[in-house]
């Protein structure tokens, strides 16, 4: 692991309930509060591993009070273009902000096979969320076709390279590019049980994190680079290992607990 520290998110979908999502919520903060960390490091301003929560939004408010003593932090899944008005259903990044949210999810594969989000609407989103002091977290990966095809860098490229071009076109600071990350999660691997090897997944972070430097190489250095894609305890230590890998995105093994706090574990070690 590079000296960047790593962030593990959990992106819990479209799961749970008020009463399961509180549970979830307090038995990872009690887990990761027991683990071998270093926890006084863990609460305080700068530790050593950044761990989020990704509920559904209903969920938000109230778990940000619920777990605010603790070092987890929130995230919200998806987030509008829009600052506000005439768009019903559609939750804006200040609203999230307003609840206790820090980071949010952009460009999702499933938002953007599901919710029809392209390219340019992700762009949207993520300055959306750096405009209202949200993190974004940008989720760019191929799909099983585009993979066996040989087009996997060009895929992730291209989504990286609009979100690239609105940063520099909406003249966002050095210190607000700094709160961006992004989340590589090849499409064929999230909720497959396939993963990328770690040899794999590192050499397309490695392109990210090129890609990102020939723009602003002080960016690419600090950038966060996920991976996503069934994450397990078993596939976390190793994938974490690797160079340019930051940590990790976890969809279905986020919603087990003491799954969850294992693979935390994994990447702060
Ligand atoms: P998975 O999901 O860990 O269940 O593969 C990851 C994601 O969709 O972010």
Not at 63 to 83: K, P, T
Not at 202 to 213: E, F, K, M, N, S
């Amino acid at each position: 692991m590079a000296t960047r520290r790593p962030i593990v998110a959990g992106n819990w979908k479209l799961h749970g309930s008020r009463q399961t999502s509180r549970a979830l919520a307090v038995a990872v903060a009690e887990g990761l509060a027991g683990i071998d960390l270093g926890p006084a490091r863990l609460r305080g301003e700068n530790p050593p591993l950044e761990v989020l929560l990704c509920p559904p939004f209903v969920y938000l408010a109230e778990l940000a009070e619920l777990v605010a003593a603790s070092h987890l932090r929130l995230g919200a899944q998806d987030v509008a273009v829009e600052e506000a008005g005439a768009f019903t259903g559609e939750v804006a990044a200040a609203m999230l902000r307003d609840v206790g949210c820090r980071y949010v999810i952009t460009g999702h594969s499933e938002r953007r096979a599901l919710f029809g989000d392209t390219d340019e609407r992700v762009a949207g989103k993520v300055l959306a969320a750096l405009r209202a002091g949200l993190s974004p977290i940008l989720c760019v990966g191929e799909t099983r076709a585009e993979r066996d095809a040989g087009d996997t860098l060009t895929v992730v490229r291209r989504q990286l390279q609009v979100v690239l071009e609105a940063l520099d076109s909406g003249q966002v600071s050095a210190a607000e590019r700094q709160m961006m990350s992004v989340a590589y999660e090849p499409v064929w691997a999230i909720g497959t049980g396939l993963t990328a090897t770690p040899a794999d997944a590192q050499a397309v972070h490695a392109d990210i994190r090129a890609t990102v430097g020939r723009r602003d190489a002080t960016m690419a250095s600090a950038l966060r680079v996920l991976y996503g894609g069934s994450v397990k305890v078993s596939n976390a230590k190793d994938l974490f290992a690797m160079q340019d890998i930051d940590g990790g995105l976890i969809g279905g093994a986020a919603l087990l607990a003491g799954e969850f706090v294992s693979i935390c574990k994994a990447a702060a070690s």
